[in-house]
């Protein structure tokens, strides 16, 4: 995985995102230079369906998130938010639905502006890395819009309610270091730090147990009714018996449950009953 690289490619094409796969990570990039990366009705639109497929990819055990260029990305393109209906809208929730549901863990690399429907995404992933220079904010009240209910829970989730009102009654650009004491990210790196320290975490993730992961997940994003599957889960692996045997034999492990043998993936809807 080559974040420059990637980014700089982007800066080519119009309005797009863009992927590749290598080493079991899976690198999507948006890619709007123009607009500093701002995400187009289609582009919204066309976000569940790449992840659909990478999450089908058996060759897929981590996927980062990340903008071309300097950006990570400025929010919706404000044309799109002209539409009377709010379908743009729509599609935004549906994309942050998808990404947070996606069935291994998700890493945001951001660098500079994080704003609106970008912090949205960032925040839809596991995990934000970033770059000393970024700067993150939810801006929906400079704009009259009303920010949906999930996505308005999932900021609380992830920062408390206090942050998360800041966030969204005042529209205020945070920087790298304010949002790190509040836990919008997890890690902020020198500016020529940020590419070496995600692609390495990434290889690291992509080591580990993807059943681990997966439980992991599921149950960190809320769930509580599965710890007998996932146990049954665990037994039929044979994952814990070669974790195990590796760390008694001084060897790297050689995990083989993938998340496509599990016919109720973790990022499925929570049913009753």
């Known amino acids: 995985m080559d974040l420059r690289r990637q980014a700089q490619r982007g800066t080519a094409a119009g309005p ?5 796969v290598a080493d079991g990570v899976a690198t999507v990039v948006i890619s709007n230079p123009a607009k500093r990366n701002a995400m187009t009705a289609d582009m919204w639109a066309a976000l ?8 089908a990819d058996p060759a897929v055990r981590v996927l980062v998130l990340t903008g071309a260029g300097g950006t990570f990305c400025a929010g919706a393109d404000i044309t799109s938010l002209q539409d009377p209906a709010g379908r743009a809208q729509e599609a935004a929730v549906r994309a942050e639905e998808a990404l947070a549901a996606f069935p291994r863990p998700t890493l945001a690399a951001v660098r500079g502006y994080c704003v609106g429907g970008g912090c949205q995404l960032a925040v ?10 970024a700067s993150f904010g939810v801006t929906p009240a400079k704009l009259g819009i009303v920010y949906p209910a999930s996505s ?7 920062v408390g309610p206090a942050t998360a009102k800041f966030l969204l009654f005042s529209g205020e650009l945070v920087a ?6 509040t836990g919008l990210v997890d890690e902020v790196l020198p500016a020529d730090g940020l590419e070496e320290r995600v692609r390495d975490f990434a290889r690291v993730l992509a080591s580990r147990s993807q059943l681990t992961q997966a439980a992991a997940k599921e149950f ?5 009714d599965r710890d007998a599957y996932w146990e049954a889960r665990a037994r039929g692996s044979g994952d814990t018996a070669e974790g195990v045997a590796a760390f008694i034999e001084r060897r790297a492990p050689r995990f083989t449950f993938t998340t496509g043998q599990d016919e109720d993936a973790p990022g499925s809807p929570v049913t009753s009953g």
């Open 124 to 133: 839809a992933c596991d995990l934000r890395f970033a770059d000393q220079e």
């Open 176 to 181: 790298a270091e304010r949002a790190l004491r």
């Open 220 to 224: 960190a994003d809320g769930r509580t």
């Open 152 to 158: 308005t829970q999932r900021l609380v989730t992830l």
């Open 16 to 20: 797009r995102l863009e992927h590749e």
């Open 48 to 55: 569940p369906g790449l992840l659909d497929a990478l999450s």
